[in-house]
């Protein structure tokens, strides 16, 4: 039996090769040089995960209750605003 490689892979030149030997060819960006977020209202530098919940009417999805969908966001860690670039935009 003969074994065919997939021609729909990265290329020639990473054919046989395992793939954490390809992700050590992608460039790593340097850290020192990205701005750092901060909070809109505070300032702060710290953030954590929240959820954001969204009712939908039971008339609207003709279900028999209404149903609630939750939403992660980012929040400031220190006051928990929500800056304008962490909502969700539905």
Same mark, same amino acid.
């Given at each position: 039996m003969k074994i065919v490689e997939d021609n729909n892979g990265p290329?020639?030149?990473n054919s046989g090769r395992h793939p954490s030997q390809?992700?050590?060819d992608i460039?790593?960006?340097d #850290?020192?040089?990205a701005e750092d977020v901060t909070c809109d209202e505070c300032g702060g530098k710290l953030f954590e995960e929240k959820l #954001?919940?969204?009712k939908l009417s039971k008339f609207l999805t003709g279900s028999d209750r209404d149903s609630l969908t939750p939403i992660p966001v980012v929040a400031c860690a220190k006051c928990s605003h929500v800056n304008e670039m962490f909502m969700p935009k539905l």
């Open positions: 290329g020639p030149s390809i992700a050590n460039p790593k960006p #850290m020192s040089q #954001m919940l969204k």
